[in-house]
T-cell receptor, first 114, second 115 residues
Framework: NAGVTQTPKFQVLKTGQSMTLQCAQD?????MSWYRQDPGMGLRLIHY???????DQGEVPNGYNVSRSTTEDFPLRLLSAAPSQTSVYFC?????????????FGDGTRLSIL | QQQVKQSPQSLIVQKGGISIINCAYE??????FPWYQQFPGKGPALLIA?????SEKKEGRFTISFNKSAKQFSLHIMDSQPGDSATYFC??????????????FGKGTHLIIQP
């Protein structure tokens, strides 16, 4: 009964480095999404996917890439890390029948860019 | 992205009291209004949600009140308990349009319930 699993939980990067944040769900949910949470800003949508092979941009997609090769996994890639990408990143999933509204969130990846 | 304005930023309520958090939205196309509860170090958890075809929805001690004409909705926590201390986020989206372009979140309310 894992739900949405995010790894790693914490990461420190240097400016210009790249990395991949992992997200996996075991509920066979069609819809998955990535949000970032910054102090005093709420959560903002980065990218989302309505099913395997389909992805689209959210509100703040610049500097991030995603892919969805399987229903279970939705990794988020930082191409060249910048200090402005210091944030807490949350992955979420839901069933299509729930209108693609995020029902289950992971516990986040706390990312610091030096 | 249209805004969702949430108030207050922080709130202190005595145990057993009523906690009230308010949100206002601008985009009249929004038709799904959820509330999320977040504890430190955890992801947001869906608490309760409402569609605009009803003016109120209650689940246990949690109630959403919705005013379509004023474009406002609020969360009421009855008989507030110390375990309710958390950050609460309101959000809105276009459910009928597929909603895949995600939720627009308020900036959050830090609620403290004093014993």
């Amino acid at each position: 009964n894992a739900g949405v699993t995010q790894t790693p939980k914490f990461q420190v990067l240097k400016t210009g480095q790249s990395m991949t944040l992992q997200c996996a769900q075991d509920m066979n949910h069609e819809y998955m999404s990535w949000y970032r949470q910054d102090p005093g800003m709420g959560l903002r949508l980065i990218h989302y996917s309505v099913g395997a092979g389909i992805t689209d941009q959210g509100e703040v997609p610049n500097g991030y890439n995603v892919s969805r090769s399987t229903t279970e996994d939705f990794p988020l890639r930082l191409l060249s890390a910048a200090p402005s990408q210091t944030s807490v990143y949350f992955c979420a999933s839901s069933r299509r029948a729930q209108g693609h509204q995020p029902q289950h969130f992971g516990d986040g990846t706390r990312l610091s860019i030096l | 992205q249209q805004q969702v304005k949430q108030s207050p930023q922080s709130l202190i309520v005595q145990k057993g009291g009523i906690s009230i958090i308010n949100c206002a939205y601008e985009n009249t196309a929004f038709d799904y209004f959820p509330w999320y509860q977040q504890f430190p170090g955890k992801g947001p958890a869906l608490l309760i949600a409402i569609r605009p075809d009803v003016s109120e929805k209650k689940e246990g001690r949690f109630t959403i009140s919705f005013n379509k004409s004023a474009k406002q909705f609020s969360l009421h926590i009855m008989d507030s308990q110390p375990g309710d201390s958390a950050t609460y986020f309101c959000a809105a989206s276009m459910y009928s349009g597929g909603g895949a372009d995600g939720l627009t979140f308020g900036k959050g309310t830090h609620l403290i319930i004093q014993p």
